[in-house]
Nanobody, 115 residues
Framework: QVQLVESGGGLVQAGGSLRLSCAAS????????MGWYRQAPGNQRELVAT???????NYADSVKGRFTISRDNAKKTVYLQMTSLKPEDTTVYYC?????????WGQGTQVTVSS
């Protein structure tokens, strides 16, 4: 019954911005690290950004300076603010959360950046 639901994906032109949201729901008694990953067809899922319960962040080199991860514990939500988007950012983005005693994944949201 625990779920992570992403929203905010869409189509933007190169140089544009998008804000992804991921809300946790269900019987949640603890939320530790949360993060965003992305995966193109045929490729391995790769880390985009993570944020610990204490607010420490980590980013892939390819998105440093362009993406910002944040969280709102009261809303049980993690965000990914994406700016200066590039066509190579195009893929499906997945929310991940260490909730209770295990890892949960969202269903994914498509981000497409046109050139």
């Amino acid at each position: 019954q625990v779920q992570l639901v992403e929203s905010g994906g869409g189509l933007v032109q190169a140089g544009g911005s998008l804000r992804l949201s991921c809300a946790a729901s269900g019987s949640i008694f603890s939320i530790n690290a949360m993060g965003w990953y992305r995966q193109a067809p045929g490729n391995q899922r790769e880390l985009v950004a993570t944020i610990t319960s204490g607010g420490r962040t980590n980013y892939a080199d390819s998105v440093k300076g362009r993406f910002t991860i944040s969280r709102d514990n009261a809303k049980k939500t993690v965000y990914l603010q994406m700016t200066s988007l590039k066509p190579e950012d195009t893929t499906v983005y997945y929310c991940a959360g260490d909730l209770n005693t295990r890892r949960y994944w969202g269903q994914g949201t498509q981000v497409t950046v046109s050139s």
